[in-house]
């Protein structure tokens, strides 16, 4: 495991971090595919191939001094007139001239308004920007004066230029979904000798400034720029080292467009790292190792399933960066992993563990994971995004182990392109969706899926080679990032350790005691941030009824009070918990209990059965459908599936 985490992490710095680009992505899957492909690598298997290791090192060592990126970036992203009066401090003059000029004739002023509700007053007196110039995840290991290091010069939309500005939560306009696509932005590049003969155009005017010395911020303003002439192309060289490209936009109706023809030595520096990269790969995996074809496939179908439904969600997902919904949890998570690792990177470490709240109100942990995301892969997703593909294959694998590797695959296929258990948390749109809107909830079932996997390996083999350390850690993050998984996660824990207690296995247990520890951060953050003893999040609001109101509601039935408060709630929260129309969810349940209760099975099963019962008593008391359910539903589906086919095969 620690072997493949090292390889995996080789791969990403060879490819240059942070890996932004759409090669990178498929770079990363390609490695993937490989290490499913050959599961058996290990460091005593590479260690001795002496002559493999030598090249692998000194290709590392080559492909780390080849460039990755190749021009200087500033953007920024201006609101009203005081966030313009900042960029002005960077700007020159009559750039301003024309910027204030469009933002007067062009800026709807009332939409702006009415996207947050705002007085004009309000609205004129914010200042929504401090610098000229936009902090960007993609500069954390770049340490640029700019914004940061870029290796294209080329977009059609904002969201291509991955302006993850925009993500902040200062643009948290919740009653105008489409404005946060449309703010005023402006963005300059410098361009050094390696792209002479580099051909930029653009759909509208672009002002130039080409100089034989590198200009800071202060020179910047004090040049004049000229305009592009009437074809709107500019070829870069001639007699001066640097060129400094800049355009703006101030609504869809201006949108700005620049496309780049790139020089040679552009063009072979990018694909040398890329095919030096590629060698590293081949080198890793050059022997025959055991081959895992099957696994393979079901990977390789996961990815290009994922990536389709990605696409048809969204493209800039892939292509770009998401600007997520205005009012949205997911934008207040992205917001605050963003502001967690530009703390980091200014060395404020305290206030980047408070992770934007004294008291956690919202979920606690996928800010701190976006903010891992974000370190390795700049202002896109695609760290969720891969993670994401790897659902359906612990999918198979689980069900292979508690079925057969036919039925798994044909419950594979049904989760992948026929969903029909998709109200049931088992279909694969579903999750990306979730990730599409950038919730917590589709990674935090991953960990619980690969958690209840390693169980069942547990469970059913008395040695296995599957990394148990793991099963707390995991648990215990699953929690950080839905606290409402808290029960399944216990119960998991506590079955895992009764398993190992029988198989005298006191190592393991110590192990997955410690990781699941973890449990107590957002206490621990809570009380230090807060001073409050808030177990996980301060979000009491969100539970509709509590142990007296449930218990009230029980009295009243008793009573045929039928009209009484407390049980007009439960009755509500019952009808949306399973609508009649899903009446066929409510047969599934009592077949489940039919089997569970007369038969006698493995101790995980047990643990599920009552992971399962825990977690609809929490749907019953909270929030009972839509994407909070999906757990209590998918455990229901993993226990019919068992339960179906268990007088064709008893777990051993």
Same mark, same amino acid.
């Given at each position: 495991?620690?072997?493949?985490?090292?390889?995996?992490?080789?791969?990403?710095?060879?490819?240059?971090?942070?890996?932004?680009?759409?090669?990178?992505?498929?770079?990363?899957?390609?490695?993937?595919?490989?290490?499913?492909?050959?599961?058996?690598?290990?460091?005593?298997?590479?260690?001795?191939?002496?002559?493999?290791?030598?090249?692998?090192?000194?290709?590392?060592?080559?492909?780390?001094?080849?460039?990755?990126?190749?021009?200087?970036?500033?953007?920024?992203?201006?609101?009203?007139?005081?966030?313009?009066?900042?960029?002005?401090?960077?700007?020159?003059?009559?750039?301003?001239?024309?910027?204030?000029?469009?933002?007067?004739?062009?800026?709807?002023?009332?939409?702006?308004?009415?996207?947050?509700?705002?007085?004009?007053?309000?609205?004129?007196?914010?200042?929504?920007?401090?610098?000229?110039?936009?902090?960007?995840?993609?500069?954390?290991?770049?340490?640029?004066?700019?914004?940061?290091?870029?290796?294209?010069?080329?977009?059609?939309?904002?969201?291509?230029?991955?302006?993850?500005?925009?993500?902040?939560?200062?643009?948290?306009?919740?009653?105008?979904?489409?404005?946060?696509?449309?703010?005023?932005?402006?963005?300059?590049?410098?361009?050094?000798?390696?792209?002479?003969?580099?051909?930029?155009?653009?759909?509208?005017?672009?002002?130039?400034?080409?100089?034989?010395?590198?200009?800071?911020?202060?020179?910047?303003?004090?040049?004049?720029?000229?305009?592009?002439?009437?074809?709107?192309?500019?070829?870069?060289?001639?007699?001066?080292?640097?060129?400094?490209?800049?355009?703006?936009?101030?609504?869809?109706?201006?949108?700005?467009?620049?496309?780049?023809?790139?020089? %040679?030595?552009?063009? *072979?520096? =990018?694909?040398? +790292?890329?095919?030096?990269?590629?060698? /590293?790969?081949?080198? $890793? !995996?050059? #022997?025959?190792?055991?081959?895992?074809?099957?696994?393979?496939?079901?990977?390789?179908?996961?990815?290009?399933?994922?990536?389709?439904?990605?696409?048809?969600?969204?493209?800039?997902?892939?292509?770009?960066?998401?600007?997520?919904?205005?009012?949205?949890?997911?934008?207040?998570?992205?917001?605050?992993?963003?502001?967690?690792?530009?703390?980091?990177?200014?060395?404020?470490?305290?206030?980047?563990?408070?992770?934007?709240?004294?008291?956690?109100?919202?979920?606690?942990?996928?800010?701190?994971?976006?903010?891992?995301?974000?370190?390795?892969?700049?202002?896109?997703?695609?760290?969720?995004?891969?993670?994401?593909?790897? %659902?359906?294959?612990? *999918?198979? =694998?689980?069900? +292979?182990?508690?079925?057969?590797?036919? /039925?798994?695959?044909? $419950? !594979?296929? #049904?989760?992948?392109?026929?969903?029909?258990?998709?109200?049931?948390?088992?279909?694969?749109?579903?999750?990306?969706?979730?990730?599409?809107?950038?919730?917590?909830?589709?990674?935090?079932?991953?960990?619980?899926?690969?958690?209840?996997?390693?169980?069942?390996?547990?469970?059913?083999?008395?040695?296995?080679?599957?990394?148990?350390?793991?099963?707390?850690?995991?648990?215990?993050?699953?929690?950080?990032?839905?606290?409402?998984?808290?029960?399944?996660?216990?119960?998991?824990?506590?079955?895992?350790?009764?398993?190992?207690?029988?198989?005298?296995?006191?190592?393991?247990?110590?192990?997955?005691?410690?990781?699941?520890? %973890?449990?107590?951060?957002?206490?621990?953050?809570?009380?230090?941030?807060?001073?409050?003893?808030?177990?996980?999040?301060?979000?009491?609001?969100?539970?509709?009824?509590?142990?007296?109101?449930?218990?009230?509601?029980?009295?009243?039935?008793?009573?045929?009070?039928?009209?009484?408060?407390?049980?007009?709630?439960?009755?509500?929260?019952?009808?949306?918990?399973?609508?009649?129309?899903?009446?066929?969810?409510?047969?599934?349940?009592?077949?489940?209990?039919?089997?569970?209760?007369?038969?006698?099975?493995?101790?995980?099963?047990?643990?599920?059965?009552?992971?399962?019962?825990?977690?609809?008593?929490?749907?019953?008391?909270?929030?009972?459908?839509?994407?909070?359910?999906?757990?209590?539903?998918?455990?229901?589906?993993?226990?019919?599936?068992?339960?179906?086919?268990?007088?064709?095969?008893?777990?051993?």
């Amino acid at each position: 495991m620690f072997f493949k985490l090292f390889l995996f992490l080789t791969i990403l710095i060879n490819l240059g971090l942070p890996l932004v680009n759409k090669l990178d992505l498929v770079f990363i899957f390609i490695f993937i595919s490989f290490l499913i492909l050959f599961p058996s690598i290990n460091w005593g298997i590479f260690i001795k191939k002496k002559i493999t290791l030598f090249f692998f090192i000194i290709i590392t060592s080559i492909n780390l001094l080849i460039p990755k990126n190749f021009f200087h970036e500033f953007h920024q992203v201006f609101l009203n007139s005081n966030d313009i009066e900042i960029i002005s401090n960077l700007l020159p003059s009559n750039v301003m001239i024309d910027i204030k000029k469009d933002y007067n004739k062009h800026f709807d002023i009332d939409r702006a308004l009415k996207s947050r509700e705002w007085q004009e007053k309000e609205f004129n007196k914010s200042q929504f920007i401090n610098k000229p110039f936009a902090y960007s995840s993609d500069n954390f290991f770049q340490k640029s004066n700019f914004t940061r290091k870029n290796n294209k010069i080329e977009f059609k939309m904002r969201e291509q230029l991955r302006i993850g500005e925009i993500n902040s939560g200062k643009y948290n306009l919740p009653f105008d979904k489409q404005f946060r696509r449309e703010l005023p932005y402006y963005v300059l590049y410098e361009i050094d000798k390696k792209a002479s003969n580099s051909k930029i155009c653009s759909n509208k005017k672009l002002y130039f400034f080409e100089s034989n010395k590198k200009l800071n911020q202060k020179l910047i303003q004090k040049q004049t720029f000229s305009k592009t002439s009437n074809d709107n192309c500019l070829v870069v060289g001639g007699d001066y080292k640097y060129l400094y490209l800049l355009g703006y936009s101030i609504n869809l109706a201006d949108n700005l467009e620049i496309n780049t023809e790139y020089n %040679l030595e552009i063009i *072979f520096l =990018k694909s040398l +790292k890329y095919f030096f990269t590629l060698i /590293i790969i081949l080198l $890793i !995996f050059n #022997s025959n190792y055991q081959k895992n074809y099957y696994d393979f496939l079901i990977y390789f179908i996961s990815v290009c399933s994922g990536l389709i439904l990605t696409f048809i969600r969204d493209p800039n997902l892939i292509f770009g960066i998401r600007y997520f919904r205005g009012g949205a949890d997911g934008l207040q998570h992205y917001s605050h992993g963003k502001d967690i690792l530009e703390n980091i990177s200014n060395n404020n470490f305290i206030s980047a563990l408070q992770g934007g709240e004294d008291v956690f109100y919202f979920m606690p942990g996928l800010r701190y994971f976006s903010a891992i995301n974000n370190l390795f892969f700049g202002d896109t997703t695609y760290g969720y995004l891969i993670l994401c593909t790897l %659902l359906p294959l612990l *999918f198979f =694998k689980l069900f +292979k182990k508690i079925t057969n590797k036919k /039925i798994s695959f044909y $419950i !594979f296929i #049904s989760f992948i392109f026929i969903p029909i258990f998709e109200n049931m948390g088992f279909g694969y749109f579903n999750y990306i969706w979730q990730f599409a809107r950038h919730h917590a909830e589709t990674l935090s079932i991953l960990l619980i899926v690969y958690s209840i996997y390693l169980i069942v390996c547990l469970d059913l083999e008395k040695k296995t080679k599957e990394p148990l350390y793991l099963i707390g850690i995991f648990l215990s993050l699953s929690v950080f990032l839905r606290p409402n998984f808290f029960p399944t996660s216990l119960v998991l824990v506590l079955c895992s350790v009764l398993i190992l207690f029988q198989n005298r296995n006191y190592k393991s247990i110590f192990f997955i005691l410690t990781g699941y520890s %973890l449990i107590f951060i957002s206490l621990i953050h809570n009380y230090y941030f807060g001073n409050s003893l808030f177990f996980f999040t301060d979000s009491g609001v969100n539970f509709k009824l509590n142990l007296k109101s449930l218990v009230i509601s029980i009295i009243s039935i008793i009573k045929l009070d039928f009209n009484n408060e407390n049980f007009l709630i439960l009755k509500s929260q019952i009808s949306n918990w399973n609508p009649l129309y899903n009446i066929h969810r409510l047969i599934i349940l009592t077949f489940i209990f039919y089997i569970i209760l007369k038969n006698k099975h493995k101790l995980i099963i047990y643990s599920l059965f009552i992971s399962m019962i825990l977690q609809h008593g929490v749907l019953l008391v909270s929030h009972p459908s839509s994407r909070y359910a999906y757990l209590a539903w998918l455990l229901t589906f993993v226990l019919f599936v068992y339960s179906f086919f268990y007088s064709r095969k008893k777990m051993r």
